[in-house]
């Protein structure tokens, strides 16, 4: 055999070892959810653990490739009129709901199942934020279907990037014979037409989802998907208990940065430790969440750090990179580029915060009517447990340079609480984007978005900003829309309501064993493309 010919057959044994053969065993991929799982419903979707179990069990019209382009999932085509405020798509004709005790016979999927859908989410759930961008007929979203296959959205307003939103999960459509059948108790019994249908829920102890065999997607080949027989996930709440049963095989994956998964698992350069190259793969990616510190000068007007320059001046102290190396272990980027993470970045956004500068803050601090940072009144930082070691190094560093300033943590949900309900002078908080365009971060400094009714949680008002925020809305042309992102940005920072820490990463880990492991930058999870080595 020439050399040619045995490159050629090299490369043709290495992509056919890649694919899919089917085996007798069954595969099950097993993973931990640490957080726990509260609702299966997709219209409360709204942390990475929810979404990531309805993800398997519900489809969107559309969702994202590799790219952060969007492709057609229960819609295969679509488009959209000249004043983007009417979007039409068409379903796919071979698309069922799971087999359910609520359909009297095999289920195919409607036009009305949409409109159904989208309505259920203007009532419940966590919905409104999309909704409110279609037309309302009384109590009723604009929503016609002429026929089975086609529905038209109207919209209350143009908005170009409205289909992003429609590959978010919370829109998953659900048939309404399931949500009649079992009412509040749906959140528990999910009936949707995904890769994967609901098989078991033992409270604090697993979740277990089975293969669709009617499920309507197929891979490049032609192979029915999913591959998997099912899926698997506990519920085990301690991190080191988690990275042990991953460590002696109970697990196929492990995700995040927990404490005991660094620490064991990553070396001081960010990457797996050697001692475990042979056994496991380690996952990462830029992902589209930002870590960052919040400031509320309305919950003590008289703090003042009410003043922009107090909070430019603590913002130009810290050294970000020293935080991701040391305390992330180079998992992360340090957020030199401001709020909005470089991936929804046509071009690299300027910031007055690309490095740490203490002459210019203490000039700030002057400006702010103090010679030295200790004559600052004393304020205190909010965090939660799994956050403290971090905002650790944010206050130890601020105290170096003689502010008066204390760390107190909280549980989750208090802080989470005591955010919406604008208590908290400064806290920790992240975003993590609902949709892959710069309007889902931007929308957090828009005054409409004032919590707790929105992400608004700094309360920053700003009328200009607001102007740009509606007109990029509108805006058809990618590199218009852009800029005027990149002037509202300018506007953010000159007032500084948050200082962004990092832009975190997705970060998994897995058996060798696991096949097909993709990750995105939304970090969403998905298992119908993967299989599992005997």
């Given amino acids: 055999m020439n050399r040619v010919g045995a490159i050629v057959f ?185 890769p994967f249908l609901f098989k078991r829920w033992v409270d604090n102890e697993k979740l277990v989802l089975s293969k669709n065999p009617h499920y309507f997607e197929r891979d490049s080949l032609g192979t029915a998907l999913p591959y998997l027989d099912g899926i698997a996930i506990s519920f085990v709440k301690d991190p080191q208990t988690a990275l042990l049963g991953f460590l002696t095989g109970a697990f196929d994956m492990l995700s995040g940065m927990e404490k005991p998964y660094r620490e064991t698992l990553i070396n001081d350069q960010g990457q797996l430790k050697s001692k475990y190259a042979h056994d496991f793969r380690f996952h990462r990616m830029p992902f589209l969440n930002v870590e960052y510190i919040g400031f509320h000068p309305d919950a003590n007007p008289q ?89 650790t190094q944010v206050v130890n560093q601020w105290k170096r340079e003689g502010f008066v300033v204390n760390l107190e943590v909280l549980d989750r949900p208090t802080l989470k609480s005591q955010i919406a309900k604008g208590r908290l002078l400064c806290f920790r908080a992240s975003w993590i984007a609902d949709f892959a365009d710069a309007n889902s971060y931007l929308s957090l400094f828009y005054s409409p978005n004032f919590s707790p ?9 700003n009328t200009q900003a607001d102007l740009l925020f509606e007109s990029s809305m509108a805006e058809p042309h990618d590199s218009i829309r852009n800029l005027m992102y990149q002037m509202m940005h300018a506007l953010i920072e000159d007032e500084s309501p948050v200082i962004p820490l990092y832009y975190d990463e997705v970060v998994r880990f897995t058996h060798r064993r696991v096949i097909g492991m993709k990750i995105n930058v939304m970090n969403h999870l998905l298992l119908k493309q993967i299989h599992i080595q005997p």
């Avoid at 009714?453 to 008002?461: A, D, E, V």
Wanted: one cysteine or more; a neutral charge; aromatic letters at 12%.
């Fill in 453 to 461: 009714n929105g992400p608004n949680y700094t309360h920053f008002s």
């Fill in 303 to 391: 703090h003042p750090l009410r003043h922009p320059s107090l909070r430019k001046a603590l913002h130009l102290l810290l050294d970000k990179q020293m935080i991701t190396r040391y305390v992330r272990r180079d998992v992360g980027i340090p957020a030199l580029q401001g709020f909005v993470p470089p991936a929804l970045q046509s071009q690299p956004w300027q910031s007055d915060y690309e490095q740490t500068n203490r002459s210019a803050a203490l000039q700030l601090l002057h400006d702010a009517g103090f010679s030295h940072p200790s004559e600052v009144p004393s304020f205190t930082l909010f965090c939660d447990p799994l956050y403290a070691d971090i905002y």
């Fill in 10 to 194: 090299f490369l043709l044994v290495f992509i056919f070892s890649c694919q899919y053969k089917p085996t007798h065993q069954k595969q099950i991929f097993r993973y931990n959810e640490l957080a726990g799982i509260t609702s299966l419903d997709p219209a409360f979707a709204s942390n990475l653990s929810n979404i990531w179990a309805s993800q398997q069990i519900f489809n969107t019209l559309f969702q994202l490739d590799d790219h952060l382009q969007i492709q057609p999932m229960l819609a295969h085509s679509w488009q959209m009129n000249d004043s983007n405020t009417r979007f039409v798509c068409t379903l796919r004709q071979d698309v069922f709901f799971h087999p359910n005790p609520c359909f009297k016979e095999a289920r195919k999927l409607i036009a009305n199942d949409v409109a159904f859908s989208f309505n259920r989410l203007l009532h419940t759930g966590n919905g409104s934020w999309i909704t409110d961008y279609i037309k309302k007929n009384d109590d009723t979203l604009h929503i016609l279907c002429p026929d089975d296959s086609t529905v038209v959205f109207t919209l209350q307003r143009s908005f170009v990037p409205f289909i992003q939103l429609l590959a978010v999960p919370i829109t998953g459509i659900v048939p309404h014979e399931a949500v009649a059948f079992y009412g509040k108790d749906f959140a528990r019994n999910p009936v949707g037409t995904g």
